[in-house]
């Protein structure tokens, strides 16, 4: 049906993907506008990229240096990460581009064919699509052979990278309606700390010594991944003959049926309301301080806290975060630590998770951010900023203290000497006291804001990396330095030290309240403003 | 010294951001018992006036009392006395209702069985009790404006200052936030709010203060500002209608509206 008006109409102006490709570029430009940091960053990102694609593309071209058998199993599992890493990555930093959210153009008069090519076109302007187009690239130079491979190589490089593409969009777009919802969300900012942790895996396995042999475990990979589609395409390129023809035509294949998905996806996800106002209810429980505390502010600040460390996807990725840190420096500690004596052992593990769960509230009123005012219209003196404090601190000291003896425990165990849990649950605790009192003034000093919707790649609001970084890597060069009184003696034999590390934690955490308290209250309106900055 | 009657009177109150001067020498008073409207158009420096007379913004320059207190001289006697809902209705979202009711009461030092008390009562009467265990982060709009009033009324302050109560607040949730507030200042407390809704204003301020770029332009009893004419026309006449283009006029948007056959 024709609308009223003769102009608006389909079919006068052709919307075509160039428009999407102009709104991408509108919107990159219209992000960065007045805002030198945001330029910095950018010209970072891009000079990054850059350099990724080219050194990547060299890379790749120099795999004709080695076997025909290594290259095209390097190439297999490369392929296979760019596939991986296209579908998970947009995910983790979902909400990054506009175009990318197709609720965004619900309204506007396309076709889902118009909306399908739009956006795929807008996908793959940026630099870092770009980049990964070029390394992917560098596997024709590194394994193509003649003329005829040559091009069929770069037929099935691009179908192999707009597979890529493809998969990402129909990834994002069948959970768009997920990610639209406050549980959705939370759930998603929870597992970016596991897929950071597999990320560590290999890592930890070469750190470990478990791989005997790389070029076995090259060949033991490849050969899983032979029958994926980014085996297929390494192959296709390496043989360029009739089987790269076979292979091509899979992978277009292919494409064709992620591209159906997508379609069926996004048709859905444009009509499906958000569902997630319906929430359910939740149990009243405070924890336990909160119950035994007296009446007051102490109480009511210990138990929101609490509650938030349960509640708020930020606050369970921060204690997964810290523990998971913790497992992975003891354990690549253990791997290459072989002459170190049986205490270093036991008590570095736990003076390293004492600092790392210190160091998560070296900005204790960013996850309050926008609602801390209910607060800053409640305190009236540096002492109720004292108590605030207080507060997060024992809640923090709750969860903290019992951990941080389980983990001496297994620590100590592991170091084959179970006397050894007491000098280091001791020393941590002493550890986590200081942490605290750091964190107490790094709070007040560099607050920042936490944002609400987390990603895998920044821990701040944007234009505030800068001062995120100076307040965690403040806290813990300070923690560090003020614990090394009770550490060094400890860990050099003087294990009777560890007995003054508790009282020397406390001073220290009591120190660093008294003089935050009297900062906040000096400051709180720069402290609200810092903390809830748009994000 | 500072009249007993005026709840709240500042004096000389700047505040620039930058260049920008947002606030630039208010004088705002506010009698003491019943409505104050504060309006203005958007960019007027309400919110910011507002966020300085509640000390959570400090002024470069000038002095807010309220009842007589220096808002940023003696802060502990003005915050017990005083109830804040600022704009944007940022709350702790994983709180429920309930828990952020009590968190509140609690936070001021009231007795815990008696916040617990209070807190029942306004649910009630905020009609929230179906939704008190739910995390605010899943409220609407409205019951967020409500939950955020019962919490500001939750330690029974003398001046209550809300901005924008009313905005994106359905009529049935509006009508219960008139309702409560008008029960609280029958007993001569004072409400001042920030609104748009000029008729919400006329129906029930007694007294008015209307800023424009930074200034007071008028301030004075309701009768007195609109002065025979109704809000909205001398509201428009003292701001000017100014950034409308020509709204009467027959130029440009000849496209607009059905096509002549």
Redesign the interface.
Known sequence: MAG???LVNAGTVRVGPMVFVRLKLRLVAGNLRGSTQRLLGFVFTTIAALLFGTVGFLMMSSLRLASADVAVETVTVLFTVFLVGWAIVPLLAFGVDDTLDPSRLALFPLRTGQLVTGMFAASITGVWPLASLAVTAGAVAGLATGIGGVLLGAVVVLLHFALCVMLSRLVTTSLSGILRT?RGRDVLAVSVVFIVLAAQLPNLLINGGVSADPRAVLHALASALSWTPSGVAARSIADGGLTALAGAALLALLIAGAGWLWIAALRRALVTPDA???????R?SRGLPAKVLP???L???V??EF??AR??PRGRVGWFAAIAVTGVMAFSMYGDGEGAAGGVLAIAPACIGAVMISIQWCNAFGI?G??L?????????DRDWRTDIAGRHLAVATIAVPLLLLLAAVAALLSGDVGWVVPAALTAWGVLGAGLGVGALTSVLVPYTVPERLNAFTGAAPGQGGIAFVASFGALICTGLLALPIVLPVLLGLTWVSALAVPYGLLLSWGGRRIAGKIAFARY??L??AT?VAT | MADITEAVRTRGLVKRFGQQVAVGGVDLVVPQGGFAGLVGPNGAGKTTTLSMV?????PDDGSVHIGGADVWRD??????R?G?L?E?L???????G??LL???G????I??AEVDRRAEELLNVMALTGSA???V??Y?TGMRKKIGLA?ALLHNPDVLFLDEPFEGVDPVSANTLVEVLRRYTASGSTVVFSSHVMELVERLCDWVSVMDRGRIVAQGPLDEVRAGRSLNEAFLALVGARGDGDPAGREGLS?LG??PS
Do not use: C, H
Request: aromatic residues 8%.
């Open positions: 009223r008006d003769p406050r997630s106002t319906q929430g359910a209810s939740v009243n009446d007051g502010p109480a009511a600040v138990g929101k509650r938030y509640r708020d309050d926008r609602s005012w209910m607060n800053a219209v409640a305190y009236g003196s309106p720069a609200l403003q809830s | 509640t000390g959570l913004l400090r802060q502990g006697a003005v915050k017990a005083i804040v600022p944007g940022r709350l702790f979202e994983r709180l429920s309930r828990e009590s968190y509140n609690q936070l001021r030092g007795p815990k265990d739910k995390l982060v899943d609407s919490a496209w059905a096509t």
